[in-house]
């Protein structure tokens, strides 16, 4: 049997007039750049959201820069991150010419240790960027306190955490803004490169909207320098037929997770990811963590036509881009040891019963097999 990571065929194929009428749509109207098609979904996802301002972007990685900067974080600057995430949550930081600093993960969760972040704070930081990985929540409200202790703005990268909750209350909307992804493959996707930044706050929200389309607040009107990172009419339309299913998309991503791990509790060696008891999980990926042969593993799988992938291979401290910052692995223990550890299941709501079982019976045999062969 084939277990592709991702499956974006068989959703598109079950969508398939509403999307094409959509794109259709947006051609026929000439709407590319911007324009109602842009708006309409603006206004969809700040109703479904829950907040004030839905500011469509480029990107996701944009969303993250575009907050940073309308906050005045620049040059001389320092902001907490995560050290397990995609490189847009620290590159962003750096391309403001501000500092990340990095704080370990959770050894349960894969979020940031909140109990570490204290200890960065210096005179010069200004914000902390929790991510809600793998779709599920960081310990928001404990971030929040250090933050208003400190006087930090939060800012929550949301890429892979579309409508997971903390203690009832969506991710993206505790700190001053909450951005989104809507890459293909997130659990939101369009048809393209698309992202969005949530706000309840006016001003921030003016702010970003008029420096994404180049400091202007009307045409021709620049008050200040902006850069180019406007959502696309078709991507909008996309997103605007996708979002009345979410939420059972992310039902189904649950089923599929609680099936994996009902079917992975009792293997050993295997670690399936647990749900933090007062939050839901998305379940953007399902990552279980191996003791031994993670790469062993890997291989067998793929052997079975099952893909996975590894989110992420290595910690963002130990990426080459911060070589300069001479980071040792003693610094993020937890991020360090699970590198070699953590590995992707294929996770999409079009999954069957029968697909579970199958990537679940593998793993099933590849243990028995590895640690009869290490006995030996
Ligand atoms: C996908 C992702 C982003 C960036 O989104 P793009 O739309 O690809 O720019 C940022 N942060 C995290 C955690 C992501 O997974």
Same mark, same amino acid.
């Given at each position: 049997m084939n277990v592709p990571f991702v499956d974006l065929e068989t959703q598109y194929d079950r969508l398939r007039p509403e999307i094409d009428d959509a794109i259709q749509c947006v051609i026929d109207d000439t709407a590319f750049v911007r324009g109602p098609y842009v708006s309409d979904f603006e206004e969809e996802y700040a109703d479904a959201y829950g907040v004030d301002h839905c500011i469509g972007v480029a990107n996701g990685t944009d969303a993250i820069y575009i907050v940073l900067r309308m906050l005045g974080i620049g040059p001389g600057d320092?902001?907490?991150t995560v050290a397990n995430s995609w490189i847009s949550t620290s590159e962003t930081i750096g391309q403001t010419g501000a500092k990340p600093?990095?704080?370990?993960?959770?050894?349960?969760?894969?979020?940031?240790?909140? @109990?570490?972040? =204290?200890?960065?704070?210096?005179? $010069?930081?200004? %914000?902390?960027?929790?991510?809600?990985l793998f779709g599920q929540? !960081?310990?928001i409200d404990a971030v929040m306190e250090i933050a208003s202790a400190h006087d930090l703005y939060v800012i929550e990268d949301t890429a892979q955490a579309h409508f997971a909750e903390y203690d009832g209350q969506h991710v993206g909307t505790f700190g001053i803004a909450g951005t989104f992804s809507f890459y293909p493959g997130k659990n939101l996707g369009a048809y393209g @490169?698309?992202? =969005?930044?949530?706000?309840?706050? $006016?001003?921030? %929200?003016?702010?970003c909207r008029m420096f994404s389309?180049?400091? !202007?607040?009307?045409?021709?009107?620049?008050?200040?320098?902006?850069?180019?990172?406007?959502?696309?009419?078709?991507?909008?339309?996309?997103?605007?037929?996708?979002?009345?299913?979410?939420?059972e998309w992310n039902r189904r991503r649950n089923e599929n997770a609680r099936q994996y791990t009902e079917l992975l509790r009792d293997v050993p060696g295997i670690t399936p990811p647990p749900v933090r008891p007062n939050a839901s999980h998305v379940f953007h990926l399902y990552v279980i963590?191996?003791?031994?042969?993670?790469?062993?593993?890997?291989d067998f799988l793929e052997n079975r036509g099952i893909s996975t992938s590894i989110h992420y291979p290595k910690a963002l401290p130990f990426l080459k881009a911060?070589?300069?910052?001479?980071?040792?692995?003693?610094?993020?223990?937890?991020?360090?040891?699970?590198?070699?550890?953590?590995?992707?299941?294929?996770?999409?709501?079009?999954?069957?019963?029968?697909m579970i079982k199958y990537v679940a019976s593998s793993i099933r045999k590849w243990t028995e097999q590895f640690y009869t062969k290490e006995r030996r």
């Amino acid at each position: 049997m084939n277990v592709p990571f991702v499956d974006l065929e068989t959703q598109y194929d079950r969508l398939r007039p509403e999307i094409d009428d959509a794109i259709q749509c947006v051609i026929d109207d000439t709407a590319f750049v911007r324009g109602p098609y842009v708006s309409d979904f603006e206004e969809e996802y700040a109703d479904a959201y829950g907040v004030d301002h839905c500011i469509g972007v480029a990107n996701g990685t944009d969303a993250i820069y575009i907050v940073l900067r309308m906050l005045g974080i620049g040059p001389g600057d320092e902001v907490i991150t995560v050290a397990n995430s995609w490189i847009s949550t620290s590159e962003t930081i750096g391309q403001t010419g501000a500092k990340p600093v990095f704080v370990d993960i959770e050894p349960d969760y894969y979020n940031i240790a909140v @109990d570490q972040i =204290a200890e960065k704070i210096t005179e $010069d930081t200004k %914000a902390i960027i929790p991510v809600h990985l793998f779709g599920q929540a !960081a310990e928001i409200d404990a971030v929040m306190e250090i933050a208003s202790a400190h006087d930090l703005y939060v800012i929550e990268d949301t890429a892979q955490a579309h409508f997971a909750e903390y203690d009832g209350q969506h991710v993206g909307t505790f700190g001053i803004a909450g951005t989104f992804s809507f890459y293909p493959g997130k659990n939101l996707g369009a048809y393209g @490169d698309a992202g =969005a930044i949530v706000t309840n706050h $006016d001003e921030l %929200a003016r702010r970003c909207r008029m420096f994404s389309d180049h400091g !202007a607040s009307e045409k021709h009107d620049h008050e200040i320098e902006g850069i180019n990172s406007r959502l696309d009419g078709i991507q909008a339309a996309v997103l605007s037929a996708k979002l009345p299913h979410i939420l059972e998309w992310n039902r189904r991503r649950n089923e599929n997770a609680r099936q994996y791990t009902e079917l992975l509790r009792d293997v050993p060696g295997i670690t399936p990811p647990p749900v933090r008891p007062n939050a839901s999980h998305v379940f953007h990926l399902y990552v279980i963590r191996v003791d031994e042969g993670r790469d062993d593993l890997q291989d067998f799988l793929e052997n079975r036509g099952i893909s996975t992938s590894i989110h992420y291979p290595k910690a963002l401290p130990f990426l080459k881009a911060y070589e300069h910052r001479n980071h040792k692995p003693s610094e993020f223990p937890v991020a360090h040891d699970y590198q070699d550890r953590i590995l992707s299941l294929p996770m999409y709501p079009e999954m069957n019963e029968e697909m579970i079982k199958y990537v679940a019976s593998s793993i099933r045999k590849w243990t028995e097999q590895f640690y009869t062969k290490e006995r030996r």
